[in-house]
């Protein structure tokens, strides 16, 4: 059996994070979204209420599991016996960047492939810090995220004004 390892802060879950689950179908068998610490960024969402949108959101599809990791991925992934680590990639900007991780993750548990899934036009410029960004200025962010997402991140920046 082929499980995939998706990680990501996903905070909150996008509509480019879900169209990277719903393609891993066709490499994996089983896909593991797994929440993890990246320390360059300050979360807005706590991890259980990021767990709750994930599976809110996704509850429709099969095969896939929320968890959550701290520490180095390619520790918890070696741990977790997954068959590959799948990132969505969209600019070249974000291919320097994981280029870089995949290399450093696969020095740490050697075995380790990175599959990258080419983001789809349409959501190309969605990421889950320009939606936060246009939500915090009330502008709207339908299409870009689920719509109970969008219910979730209104309420928190209605909850901080
Ligand atoms: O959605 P993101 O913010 O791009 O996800 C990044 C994440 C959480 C997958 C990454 O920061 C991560 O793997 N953090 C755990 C620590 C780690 O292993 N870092 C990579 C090796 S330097």
């Given at each position: 059996?082929?499980?995939?390892?998706?990680?990501?802060?996903?905070?909150?879950?996008?509509?480019?994070?879900?169209?990277?689950?719903q393609?891993?179908?066709?490499?994996?068998?089983?896909?593991?979204?797994?929440?993890?610490?990246?320390?360059?960024?300050?979360?807005?969402?706590?991890?259980?209420?990021?767990?709750?949108?994930i599976?809110?959101?996704?509850?429709?599809?099969?095969?896939?599991?929320?968890?959550?990791?701290?520490?180095?991925?390619?520790?918890?992934?070696?741990k977790?016996?997954?068959?590959?680590?799948?990132?969505?990639?969209?600019?070249?900007?974000?291919?320097?960047?994981?280029?870089?991780?995949?290399?450093?993750?696969?020095?740490?548990?050697?075995?380790?492939?990175?599959?990258?899934?080419?983001?789809?036009?349409?959501?190309?410029?969605?990421?889950?810090?320009?939606?936060?960004?246009?939500?915090?200025?009330?502008g709207?962010?339908?299409?870009?995220?689920?719509?109970?997402?969008?219910?979730?991140i209104?309420?928190?920046?209605?909850?901080?004004?």
């Open positions: 059996m082929r499980i995939g390892l998706y990680p990501g802060s996903f905070d909150p879950l996008t509509n480019g994070h879900l169209d990277i689950i393609r891993s179908k066709v490499i994996c068998d089983k896909l593991l979204i797994a929440i993890g610490t990246n320390s360059a960024k300050n979360p807005l969402f706590s991890i259980n209420e990021r767990i709750e949108i599976n809110t959101c996704c509850n429709d599809i099969a095969n896939i599991e929320v968890v959550t990791f701290n520490g180095l991925l390619a520790e918890y992934s070696k977790q016996n997954i068959s590959f680590i799948i990132r969505g990639l969209r600019s070249s900007t974000d291919f320097d960047y994981e280029y870089q991780i995949a290399v450093a993750n696969n020095k740490i548990a050697p075995d380790l492939e990175t599959i990258f899934l080419m983001s789809r036009g349409e959501y190309f410029h969605i990421s889950s810090n320009i939606v936060k960004e246009i939500a915090s200025y009330g709207d962010i339908s299409s870009m995220v689920p719509h109970y997402a969008k219910e979730k209104i309420a928190k920046y209605s909850n901080h004004s």
